[in-house]
């Protein structure tokens, strides 16, 4: 099933209340959050990166995954943290609907809630590979939002 883009406000963010959006980039996917703040633009990124395999609202918060990451800047910080997130939906099976996220100088805490996959509820479309340095940015816009994207590897 084929779901359109929304349409973009001329700010670049979607109009309307999506704080998240994918897209395309050649075969792979491009994962772009936005908040008011830096911590909610990367979790805002980690919805999007969910997006690309299933519906967010699909997922539970059944179980809570606590992941720290550091790095010397926060480019390099959001693709840590969607990295950790990657390994741990391949390595323990898992998908994750909802994330609480801190953000002091290079160092990042949250914690991940989710489910195991489950094949039938979740219909996963792809499985994602990894996060790359293709359109990795983490900015602040004019308006004061915070936009944190980068493009995943399916």
Same mark, same amino acid.
């Given at each position: 099933?084929?779901?359109?883009?929304?349409?973009?406000?001329? !700010? %670049?963010?979607?109009?309307?209340?999506?704080?998240?959006? #994918?897209?395309?980039?050649?075969?792979?996917?491009?994962?772009? %959050?936005?908040?008011? !703040?830096?911590?909610?633009?990367?979790?805002?990124?980690?919805?999007?990166?969910? !997006?690309?395999?299933?519906?967010?609202?699909?997922?539970?918060?059944?179980? =809570?995954?606590?992941?720290?990451?550091?790095?010397?800047?926060?480019?390099?910080?959001?693709?840590? /943290?969607?990295?950790?997130?990657? /390994?741990?939906? !391949?390595?323990?099976?898992?998908?994750?609907?909802?994330?609480?996220?801190?953000?002091?100088?290079?160092?990042?805490?949250?914690?991940?809630? %989710?489910?195991?996959?489950?094949?039938? =509820?979740?219909?996963?479309?792809?499985?994602?590979? %990894?996060?790359?340095? #293709?359109?990795?940015?983490?900015?602040?816009?004019?308006?004061?939002?915070?936009?944190?994207?980068?493009?995943?590897?399916?």
């Amino acid at each position: 099933m084929y779901v359109e883009d929304p349409p973009l406000a001329l !700010s %670049g963010r979607p109009q309307g209340p999506a704080p998240w959006e #994918t897209f395309p980039h050649g075969a792979d996917v491009g994962v772009r %959050g936005y908040g008011a !703040s830096i911590a909610e633009a990367f979790a805002n990124a980690a919805l999007a990166l969910t !997006s690309v395999v299933t519906d967010p609202e699909l997922v539970r918060p059944r179980r =809570r995954m606590d992941i720290v990451c550091t790095a010397p800047d926060h480019e390099i910080l959001l693709l840590d /943290w969607l990295n950790q997130l990657i /390994w741990r939906m !391949s390595v323990d099976g898992l998908l994750f609907g909802r994330f609480d996220v801190e953000i002091e100088d290079d160092r990042l805490t949250a914690a991940a809630f %989710g489910e195991p996959v489950d094949p039938i =509820r979740h219909a996963p479309a792809v499985e994602v590979k %990894g996060a790359t340095f #293709t359109e990795l940015q983490v900015t602040r816009e004019p308006d004061g939002c915070w936009r944190a994207q980068c493009v995943v590897d399916v």
